[in-house]
C-alpha cells in the first residue's frame, strides 16, 4: 500500500513562496495521476491541483491559477510550487491520488502552510 508523507510547509508572510513536497513509499505512484488537496480549519478538504501520470499535463483550482505549479518525478515525488500567496491559502496540504472519492490511497499527515498579511 502506498504511504505519502508531505513536507515543507511553513509560515510566511504573503507574496511570499513555498515549495511542497510529497514522497511516496510502500509502492509506485507512476502509473497515477497525482494531485494536491487543502483543507483550512472548518472546511472540507478541497482540490488544488493535478498532474497526469505521464506529467504532461496539469489542472488547477481557479482560486490557484497562474501562481501554483505542480511538478512530479514520476517515480515516487510530486512537488507543489506556490508563489503569491496569499492568506487564504492557510491550510493543511495533502498530497494523494487524483481522482473520485474513494480512490484515494490513505491520506498522509499533511503539512501545515500559514500566510500572514
Known amino acids: 500500500q502506498v504511504q505519502l508523507v508531505e513536507s515543507g510547509g511553513g509560515r510566511v508572510q504573503a507574496g511570499g513562496s513555498l515549495r511542497l513536497s510529497c514522497a511516496a513509499s510502500?509502492?509506485?505512484?507512476?502509473?497515477?495521476?497525482m494531485a494536491w488537496f487543502r483543507q483550512a480549519p472548518g472546511k472540507e478538504r478541497e482540490f488544488v491541483a493535478s498532474?497526469?501520470?505521464?506529467?504532461?499535463?496539469e489542472y488547477y483550482a481557479d482560486s490557484v491559477k497562474g501562481r501554483f505549479t505542480i511538478s512530479r518525478d514520476n517515480t515516487k515525488m510530486v512537488y507543489l510550487q506556490m508563489n503569491g500567496l496569499k492568506p487564504e491559502d492557510t491550510a493543511v496540504y495533502y498530497c494523494?491520488?487524483?481522482?473520485?472519492?474513494?480512490?484515494?490511497?490513505?491520506w498522509g499527515q499533511g503539512t501545515q502552510v500559514t500566510v500572514s498579511s
Open positions: 494523494n491520488r487524483a481522482g473520485p472519492e474513494g480512490s484515494q490511497f490513505s
Open positions: 510502500g509502492g509506485t505512484i507512476s502509473p497515477y495521476h
Open positions: 498532474i497526469s501520470y505521464l506529467g504532461d499535463s
